[in-house]
C-alpha cells in the first residue's frame, strides 16, 4: 500500500496568488509557515521555522485567494509533489509543493483566538472561554529497558 498525504496547519507567510490556467480552471498558490519546538540534550530550547509552497485548484482555489491573507491561520491537507522544469539559464530546477485537496480557513494561532469576532450565546453572554497555549513537556531521558514494556 501506498500514502502520499500531507496536513499542514501554520499561517500564511504571503498573500494567495490566483492565477487562471489556459482550460480556464483557477488556481491559486500560497505558502504557509510551520513551526516546532523542543528541547536539546542541554535542555536548552531550540525553535525551527519550516515553509511549505501550497497550490489550490477550482472553486477551492477561488475561495482561498478571496478570504484568506497573509498570517491567517489555515490547515492544508493534501498530497506532496515535486514539479521540474528547464530554467531559462539551462538549469534544471525543483519544486516540492502540496496540492490541495481541502483547506479549511481560520485555524487557530497559538494561544486559541481565531481572531474572529465571538459567537453571541443564546443568553446574550458573548463571553468565550479561552484557550491556554499547550505546555511543553519534558520528557524523561531514554533509560528504559525494552524488557520491561508489557506488549
Given at each position: 500500500?501506498?500514502?502520499?498525504?500531507?496536513?499542514?496547519?501554520?499561517?500564511?507567510?504571503?498573500?494567495?496568488?490566483?492565477?487562471?490556467?489556459?482550460?480556464?480552471?483557477?488556481?491559486?498558490?500560497?505558502?504557509v509557515?510551520?513551526?516546532?519546538?523542543?528541547?536539546?540534550?542541554?535542555k536548552?530550547?531550540?525553535?525551527?521555522t519550516?515553509?511549505?509552497?501550497?497550490?489550490v485548484?477550482?472553486?477551492?482555489?477561488?475561495?482561498?485567494?478571496?478570504?484568506?491573507?497573509?498570517?491567517?491561520?489555515?490547515l492544508?491537507?493534501g498530497?506532496?509533489?515535486?514539479?521540474?522544469?528547464?530554467?531559462?539559464?539551462?538549469?534544471?530546477?525543483?519544486?516540492?509543493?502540496?496540492?490541495?485537496?481541502?483547506?479549511?480557513?481560520g485555524?487557530?494561532?497559538?494561544?486559541?483566538?481565531?481572531?474572529?469576532?465571538?459567537?453571541?450565546s443564546?443568553?446574550?453572554?458573548?463571553?468565550?472561554?479561552?484557550?491556554?497555549?499547550?505546555?511543553?513537556?519534558?520528557?524523561?531521558?531514554?533509560?528504559?529497558?525494552?524488557?520491561?514494556?508489557?506488549?
Amino acid at each position: 500500500m501506498y500514502l502520499n498525504k500531507a496536513l499542514i496547519a501554520g499561517n500564511l507567510t504571503r498573500d494567495p496568488e490566483l492565477k487562471s490556467l489556459p482550460s480556464g480552471s483557477k488556481v491559486t498558490t500560497f505558502s504557509v509557515a510551520t513551526n516546532r519546538v523542543w528541547f536539546d540534550a542541554n535542555k536548552q530550547k531550540q525553535e525551527a521555522t519550516d515553509y511549505h509552497n501550497i497550490v489550490v485548484f477550482g472553486r477551492q482555489a477561488e475561495t482561498s485567494a478571496q478570504y484568506l491573507k497573509k498570517g491567517s491561520g489555515v490547515l492544508v491537507e493534501g498530497r506532496i509533489q515535486t514539479r521540474s522544469w528547464d530554467g531559462q539559464d539551462g538549469k534544471k530546477n525543483y519544486r516540492t509543493e502540496v496540492v490541495a485537496d481541502r483547506v479549511q480557513f481560520g485555524a487557530p494561532p497559538r494561544g486559541g483566538d481565531a481572531g474572529g469576532a465571538p459567537a453571541s450565546s443564546p443568553s446574550g453572554n458573548n463571553a468565550q472561554p479561552v484557550a491556554s497555549a499547550p505546555e511543553m513537556v519534558d520528557y524523561p531521558d531514554a533509560d528504559e529497558n525494552p524488557e520491561d514494556i508489557p506488549f
